[in-house]
């Protein structure tokens, strides 16, 4: 019998028997995990309260074995608030599913239940703090937030060198397949030709440049997100269902 103490984000909530839950949390130190949290639907509980989709909590685990995640569920034992970025998020729709493309985005890259993804969780934790701060407009942090997921596990997009032959940009074609904009003489069946000003910005949200993120027009920003939600589908080879809800 062992304890762990980690903090992390919840992802999402499942029912278990008349009062119980199932909390799947991305942590710092040991990835996804998925944990049993007893009485956290009663009425009166306070825990359960801190468990809920965007909490950024310091939680408590009792495994049965010596490794956290072994046969059976671990327990959350106890948790306590780091930052309750649910309050700023869930009552707005548009920053809401965002948010909820994003803790889906986070869940799917990490596919293997107690391996480390330190980066992103680190991604995480910042899309949320600035997605509950509204500090930019809810599809260009969640289109930031795509694009950098997708860079720190191996997917990084090129928007100005070809992606295949290395040909300094500013290249015209933009593949998913190839990965991102590539030259003329690379061009492949399915290419699509984006403007400049879609390219510019996904630039731009993937280096950190709010500026010209936050300068761009609507049009481009829906083009781009378009670029994003193809670029990811590809990757994760199946879509994600929140993003069918996200305000364009």
Request: aromatic share 8%; hydrophobic share 40%.
């Amino acid at each position: 019998m062992s304890l762990f103490r980690d903090d992390g984000v919840v992802l999402r909530t499942q029912k278990l028997g008349e009062a119980d839950r199932i909390i799947t949390i991305l942590t710092r130190g040991h990835g996804r995990v998925r944990a049993v949290a007893r009485g956290v639907r009663r009425t009166k509980s306070k825990f359960g309260a801190r468990l809920e989709p965007f909490s950024h909590v310091d939680v408590q685990f009792f495994a049965r074995g010596s490794e956290l995640i072994g046969r059976g569920l671990p327990l959350c034992t106890q948790s306590e608030t780091i930052a309750p970025y649910g309050g700023g998020i869930v009552s707005d729709y548009a920053r809401y599913t965002a948010g909820t493309a994003m803790l889906e985005t986070a869940e799917r890259f990490t596919d293997h239940e107690g391996e480390p993804a330190v980066q992103q969780y680190l991604l995480l934790v910042g899309g949320l703090r600035t997605l509950a701060r509204a500090e930019h407009a809810p599809n260009l942090i969640l289109d930031a937030f795509l694009l950098r997921s997708l860079a720190v596990n191996g997917y990084a997009p090129s928007f100005v060198d070809c992606a295949k032959c290395g040909m300094p940009g500013p290249n015209r074609f933009f593949s998913v397949a190839a990965g991102g904009v590539i030259c003329g003489d690379c061009r492949v069946p399915g290419s699509v030709v984006p403007s400049a000003e879609a390219v510019e910005l996904l630039s731009a949200l993937l280096t950190g440049d709010w500026e010209t993120a936050d300068a761009s027009e609507a049009r481009h920003v829906r083009e781009g997100s378009g670029l994003v939600s193809a670029y990811l589908h590809w990757h994760l080879e199946r879509g994600l269902r929140s993003l069918r809800y996200v305000e364009k």
